[in-house]
């Protein structure tokens, strides 16, 4: 499992589940992300694409624990939940016994933030018992984006509604959801960034900890080929153009910088620094984690 010191902050990786996405030339999940385009890109081998140029896309939480503080940031897709991402199935994984192996048992997490509100960010919110839909985190206040919740409590798609009632309500029917600004500080070490384009509330997760800095991304990026191509958005980004302007300004800010940048969606090793390569960026992870 793989995790790293942020000063007095430890972020751990727990995976879900690890997906391969076929290039689509029709459009699919990155369409530009073409064999031939990847191959431009020749850092991105062997930990985000596969021999044959196919994207690699981790489903994970992270647990950050600082003092006086024990976070999950993004909670996956969960288990028992039929969603279209998994073909309408339930699945049924090991997620919460993974968490546990941290030595972080469910009740101990104080705080969980959802960067923003698909799918694939809020399934862990609750789990499945006694037949009826219960916070997984009973002593967590879910931090929750005003904004996005509002985008989101408009949307009359029925998955949407899915996701709205058994992800989301029970939280809030056991007054543990707490709506916040897209700046939100959850402790000394621990804040929100606005990043919006992916959605209209999307957020980032800031550490800053003994001088040491790290940043969070959640689905402002999705994969390392986007940092060689910040203009490359999947076709669900709300507004592409503006999630195109925040993929470049944010990795403008961290770029030839000790900030170690975290991927919501990397494949392992996860993590790593972003350095300025011609008109792009490119993804160095020569540290090891520790």
Known sequence: MLSWKIGDVTVTR?????????????GGFLGQASPAALREMPWLWPHFVTEEG???ISM?????????????VDTCVGNDKPRALTGGVGLATRFLEDLESTGC?????????????HVDHVGWNTMW????WVPTFPNARYLIGRQEYAHWKADRDPETRAILADSLQPIFDARLAE???MNHRLSPEIRLVPTPGHTPGHVSVAIE???????????????????GHPEWSPAFDSDPIASASTRRS?????????VLVIGTHFAAPTAGHVQRAGRGFRFEVGEEPV
């Open 14 to 26: 727990v995976v879900e589940s690890e997906i391969v996405f076929p290039n689509d030339p029709k």
């Open 54 to 56: 196919h994207l690699r």
């Open 60 to 72: 994970h939480a992270l647990l950050v624990e600082a003092p006086r503080l024990t976070l999950v």
């Open 105 to 117: 048992r469910r009740e101990s997490v104080n705080a969980v933030v959802c960067t923003h509100l």
């Open 129 to 132: 018992k006694n037949g009826r």
């Open 179 to 181: 709506l916040v600004d």
């Open 209 to 227: 900890s003994r001088g040491q800095q790290a940043l969070i991304t959640g689905d402002f990026l999705h994969h390392p080929c986007q940092l």
């Open 250 to 258: 944010m990795l403008e800010k961290v770029a030839d910088r000790p």
